[in-house]
């Protein structure tokens, strides 16, 4: 890598696998520390696993649930218009 005062030339990359093939170029050493860069500058996360996606979704719901709450206790809204249309048939 350049000193940090030393100018640099980097030639145009268009595609990630130009980037990509750059990058593979690189020693080992400074592969690590353009890793390190970017986690930093990308403010990187770890993947999320399918069960803290679920987990998260239903935090969502229960929190979409509580806020349509009207606090009112009795029969669901799914059963009065089920009575109804069994009324009209």
Not at 34 to 43: C, D, P, Q, S
């Amino acid at each position: 890598m350049p000193e940090p005062n030393e100018a640099c030339y980097f030639p145009r990359m268009s595609t990630l696998a130009e980037i990509e093939a750059a990058v593979d170029r690189l020693p080992q050493p400074e592969q690590e520390i353009l890793l390190e860069h970017l986690t930093r500058k990308l403010g990187a996360r770890p993947p999320v696993t399918e069960g803290a996606q679920r987990e998260r979704w239903l935090q969502k719901l229960d929190r979409l649930r509580n806020r349509g709450s009207t606090g009112k206790t009795g029969l669901p809204l799914q059963e009065i218009l089920d009575d109804i249309r069994g009324e009209r048939c």
